[in-house]
């Protein structure tokens, strides 16, 4: 089975994709085991197959990090949606706040923070990778550390105080965290209930 599957690059991210010398794009092919075709003066990339068997390849992780190096992250960034259950999301922010590019700007400088610090504290607590390009905000992640990171933002575009975004974002990883410990001392307590029946078996023998 073959597969070919096309779609636009915004052009100022064309030379990132490409990379110096062919770079990028040869670790995209790569890594994908996919043929990538980029006409620079149109900004649309061609995915396509180089294998008759799909399984043996990742288109849409393909589509995906191109997807995701046009929405601003860096091809290292990017590179994670190759790891097993990450995905990569972007929402328009013109969807919540208006097309007002005035509006839009607001919000994008609330998401990024003061020297980057909103931006790179939502990250640290949700455990996604976070950009803020033209007018989306993409998220690379695991499902759970997207939603969480999403409705971060959809917070922020709301009017929230940063301060109870990050507190809302701290209060579920600490629950996180407890759940986490007590599924351990579930598990420890099963353990020590397993090693005490065969202590018990042992004795009566």
């Known amino acids: 089975m073959s597969f070919e599957r096309s779609l636009k690059i915004p052009k100022e991210r064309i030379a990132v994709i490409i990379g110096k010398n062919g770079k990028i794009k040869e670790?995209?092919?790569k890594k994908?085991?996919?043929i990538l075709d980029i006409n620079s003066k149109t900004g649309e990339a061609l995915v396509s197959s180089k294998i008759d068997t799909l399984h043996?390849?990742?288109p849409f992780v393909a589509i995906e990090?191109?997807?995701a190096i046009g929405k601003g992250f860096s091809p290292e960034r990017a590179y994670r949606l190759t790891e097993e259950n990450n995905s990569f999301l972007a929402i328009d922010l013109r969807d919540y706040v208006g097309k007002s590019s005035r509006s839009v700007e607001r919000i994008k400088g609330r998401v990024i923070g003061e020297k980057g610090k909103s931006r790179k504290t939502i990250e640290q607590l949700t455990g996604a990778y976070v950009s803020v390009y033209g007018n989306h905000v993409g998220f690379i992640g695991l499902f759970n550390q997207i939603?969480?990171?999403?409705?971060a933002v959809m917070m922020?575009?709301?009017?929230?105080?940063?301060?109870?975004?990050?507190?809302m974002l701290q209060g579920i990883r600490k629950k996180a965290k407890v759940d986490?410990?007590?599924?351990?001392?579930?598990?420890?307590?099963?353990s020590i209930t397993s090693e005490s029946r065969?202590?018990?078996?042992h004795l009566d023998t």
């Open 27 to 29: 670790e995209i092919e």
């Open 32 to 34: 994908c085991n996919v």
């Open 56 to 58: 043996e390849m990742l």
């Open 65 to 67: 990090l191109i997807s």
């Open 147 to 151: 939603k969480l990171a999403r409705s």
């Open 156 to 167: 922020l575009t709301k009017g929230s105080s940063h301060r109870s975004v990050f507190d």
């Open 180 to 190: 986490r410990m007590l599924l351990w001392e579930g598990d420890d307590q099963k």
């Open 198 to 201: 065969l202590s018990n078996l």
